[in-house]
């Protein structure tokens, strides 16, 4: 029962817990009740009262688990000191549909049940090696993992639709890791990513949940060592690159050998990241073809649907769930916002009212509307972009576009004599140094065999410091020497996924000479 106001004036020496749930004779999660004419957070500022007088200590330092509640306002939290115990970090519950669950009584039946309670201690806990904290999953992350779970139980595929933000990589780790934990018939289970530096970054945040974990996490560091681990008979979570898959099935296995029979037969199970972009229908349907026994699992804040489908490629699929299968989870940006999940958005019209139609481009796409685009961002965005702090205590803006051509036109305008004046007055409010304002091109690098990556990076960074517009699509030659020596100068380095194509290893002998500044007048053809 809820606790009366009599119950709140109990002296020190007298403390008492309210609930204790215990998992094998130990107490796994603790519970803080208030009347309803109390608010949740004093439950809260209760326990943390508690655990800074060492109330939680000897079998009570097992807690994994807080939950307070007044009986209509219920929130758990993970175990922590009293000096990191954070309100932020408090979560309620929602259903499967995101809608809340707040009642003490309905939290109970969908939370502290059995064998929910033992899989929220087990299952949905991780020790962050880094941070040095005990992480409980919210909800929505659950959720999307327990519907993997229950479709891969019958051999299904899907997508999760979770906004950015909103912890896909920790919801991704724990659904790759109980798909191997959960699934006897899984040999790997494998997290594919689309850039080598996130490569890196990814293994390092799964080691780090991984390190108090029962399974092990593996990077590769090139195609052989992939292969070395596929052939593994170690039953493991790997992550790699789309690119490296690529190679390793279509240039490093002979077809006939045993490498090639043992890794072709192989059941596994992929779960890819941002899956709207790192993995093509052209891609998926040559590895599913090799791996004829895998299961596809992709997460994405921005799904394909019918009204922004792959383009046409005779019957390869053209949204997310033809290419992956159907929705098992959604949390939008809308729910994260709602359940400050994530910051929310400031929201300005500043177009043309009143549109029958507000997706026709050509609204959009004109000189009227682009030169009242960069009035607002020259001229009338003092005070949004921080101007008034000082330099480098301004904030960062970004311009989306369609497309590459629209921001090509959008540079052309920037340029213009007439409204020179007020962008030299934000360049010089805004640059620490002359490079740190950049013009950048959004090109897809999709395989390392795109040769024109590192031109478009290369000539994106030549307009913005010589203020020279050009079509890239048409001009195919340059003066390459002349950009690097200013990029040299200004230490602006080449990504390490850029330097993985042909173009730069054709040309790698003279850039690394004018990147260390052997020579600057080179020309090459």
């Not at 330092?61 to 993970?78: C, E, H, I, P, R």
């Not at 949940?209 to 039953?235: G, I, P, Q």
Request: include cysteine; charge should be positive.
């Amino acid at each position: 029962a809820l606790k009366s106001d009599d119950e709140e004036s109990i002296a020190e020496r007298d403390r008492r817990f309210d609930v204790t749930l215990m998992i094998n004779g130990l107490p796994m999660i603790h519970i803080e009740l208030k009347n309803r004419q109390h608010s949740y957070m004093d439950a809260f500022w209760q326990i943390k009262k508690y655990i800074s007088e060492g109330k939680f200590t000897g079998i009570f330092s097992a807690v994994q688990m807080f939950v307070v509640s007044n009986g209509v306002d219920t929130k758990y939290f993970a175990a922590a000191g009293d000096t990191e115990l954070n309100p932020k970090f408090m979560s309620g519950w929602v259903d499967t549909e995101n809608n809340p669950v707040s009642d003490y009584i309905d939290f109970a039946k969908s939370v502290l049940r059995i064998p929910q309670a033992h899989e929220m201690i087990a299952r949905y806990t991780v020790l962050d090696e880094d941070a040095k904290r005990l992480i409980l999953l919210r909800p929505y992350q659950i959720h999307a993992i327990e519907s993997i779970r229950e479709a891969s139980r019958t051999g299904k595929s899907g997508y999760v639709w979770h906004t950015t933000g909103s912890g896909k990589t920790l919801t991704s780790y724990k659904a790759t890791r109980n798909l191997l934990m959960d699934i006897p018939a899984i040999d790997k289970a494998i997290f594919l990513i689309d850039r080598k530096d996130l490569d890196a970054q990814t293994t390092m945040a799964f080691q780090a949940y991984a390190n108090n974990d029962l399974v092990d996490v593996d990077e590769t560091d090139n195609v052989n060592d992939l292969k070395k681990k596929l052939k593994s008979s170690d039953r493991q979570v790997i992550v790699t690159t789309i690119q490296k898959m690529q190679i390793l099935i279509s240039k490093r296995l002979q077809e006939g050998t045993t490498e090639y029979s043992k890794i072709k037969n192989l059941k596994i199970a992929f779960v890819v990241d941002e899956c709207h972009r790192a993995v093509t229908p052209k891609t998926k349907r040559k590895l599913e073809k090799f791996f004829g026994r895998s299961l596809w699992y992709g997460f994405t804040g921005t799904p394909r649907f019918a009204e922004n489908p792959y383009p046409q490629m005779g019957d390869l699929a053209r949204t997310t769930e033809e290419l992956y299968g159907k929705r098992l989870h959604k949390y939008t940006i809308q729910n994260a916002i709602h359940d400050n999940a994530v910051l929310g958005f400031q929201v300005e019209h500043n177009g043309a009212k009143n549109l029958e139609d507000e997706t026709n481009a050509s609204v959009y796409d004109n000189e009227t509307h682009m030169l009242k685009v960069l009035d607002i961002i020259l001229n009338k965005s003092f005070y949004k972009l921080g101007f008034q702090n000082g330099k480098g205590k301004t904030y960062e803006g970004l311009l989306t576009t369609s497309s590459i051509q629209l921001a090509q036109k959008y540079y052309e305008l920037w340029t213009r004599e007439d409204i020179k004046a007020s962008s030299e007055r934000l360049h010089n409010l805004y640059v620490k140094a002359p490079i740190d304002y950049r013009f950048f091109c959004g090109h897809d690098i999709q395989s390392e065999d795109d040769m024109d990556a590192l031109d478009y990076y290369i000539i994106g960074v030549w307009l913005i410091q010589h203020r020279r517009y050009t079509d890239w699509s048409d001009r195919k030659s340059f003066d390459l020497a002349e950009v690097l020596e200013f990029m040299r100068i200004y230490g602006i380095r080449i990504p390490r996924y850029m330097k993985r194509t042909r173009f730069y290893r054709k040309k790698k002998d003279q850039l690394l000479k004018i990147l260390n500044g052997s020579f600057t007048h080179v020309h090459p053809t």
